[in-house]
Protein backbone atom coordinates (compact mmCIF):
# COMPACT_ATOMS: atom_id res chain seq x y z
CA UNK A 1 0.00 0.00 0.00
CA UNK A 2 1.51 4.12 -1.01
CA UNK A 3 1.41 5.71 1.70
CA UNK A 4 -1.20 8.56 -0.24
CA UNK A 5 -3.52 5.35 -0.02
CA UNK A 6 -2.23 4.28 3.82
CA UNK A 7 -2.91 8.45 5.02
CA UNK A 8 -6.52 8.33 3.65
CA UNK A 9 -7.32 5.28 5.05
CA UNK A 10 -5.94 5.97 8.22
CA UNK A 11 -7.71 9.28 8.23
CA UNK A 12 -10.88 7.12 8.16
CA UNK A 13 -10.45 4.90 10.73
CA UNK A 14 -9.52 7.54 13.02
CA UNK A 15 -12.96 9.27 12.29
CA UNK A 16 -14.38 5.91 12.51
CA UNK A 17 -13.26 5.23 15.51
CA UNK A 18 -13.75 8.73 17.23
CA UNK A 19 -17.28 8.11 16.17
CA UNK A 20 -17.55 4.60 18.35
CA UNK A 21 -15.64 6.50 21.27
CA UNK A 22 -18.29 9.16 21.06
CA UNK A 23 -21.41 6.64 20.85
CA UNK A 24 -24.13 7.10 23.10
CA UNK A 25 -24.32 6.00 26.53
CA UNK A 26 -25.29 1.91 27.01
CA UNK A 27 -24.23 0.47 23.74
CA UNK A 28 -21.65 -1.11 23.54
CA UNK A 29 -18.82 -1.05 20.58
CA UNK A 30 -19.96 -4.29 19.46
CA UNK A 31 -23.10 -2.70 19.31
CA UNK A 32 -22.53 0.55 17.43
CA UNK A 33 -20.13 -1.44 14.95
CA UNK A 34 -23.06 -3.68 13.63
CA UNK A 35 -25.48 -0.67 13.61
CA UNK A 36 -23.01 1.31 11.38
CA UNK A 37 -21.94 -1.94 9.44
CA UNK A 38 -18.38 -1.70 10.45
CA UNK A 39 -16.35 -5.12 10.71
CA UNK A 40 -15.90 -6.00 14.51
CA UNK A 41 -12.02 -7.41 13.09
CA UNK A 42 -11.20 -4.43 10.77
CA UNK A 43 -12.32 -1.88 13.52
CA UNK A 44 -9.55 -3.32 15.96
CA UNK A 45 -6.90 -3.98 13.79
CA UNK A 46 -7.29 -0.42 12.92
CA UNK A 47 -7.66 0.79 16.27
CA UNK A 48 -3.87 -1.26 17.60
CA UNK A 49 -2.19 -0.21 14.21
CA UNK A 50 -3.05 3.74 14.77
CA UNK A 51 -2.18 3.48 18.58
CA UNK A 52 1.01 1.66 17.70
CA UNK A 53 1.61 4.68 15.15
CA UNK A 54 1.03 6.91 17.90
CA UNK A 55 3.42 5.24 20.26
CA UNK A 56 6.31 5.24 17.77
CA UNK A 57 5.85 8.99 16.90
CA UNK A 58 5.77 9.94 20.67
CA UNK A 59 8.90 7.86 21.02
CA UNK A 60 6.96 5.56 23.83
CA UNK A 61 8.45 2.11 24.88
CA UNK A 62 6.95 -1.08 23.13
CA UNK A 63 6.12 -1.97 26.41
CA UNK A 64 3.90 0.23 27.30
CA UNK A 65 0.15 -0.48 27.13
CA UNK A 66 -1.78 0.62 24.13
CA UNK A 67 -4.68 0.14 25.81
CA UNK A 68 -4.11 2.86 28.09
CA UNK A 69 -3.79 5.41 24.93
CA UNK A 70 -6.79 7.35 23.58
CA UNK A 71 -7.75 9.08 20.43
Known amino acids: MDQ ?5 RRSNWINIIRQCQDRPAGTTAKQWLVENDISEKSYYYWLRKIRRE ?6 LQEDTNPSALSL
Open 54 to 59: VCEQEG
Open 4 to 8: LTHNV
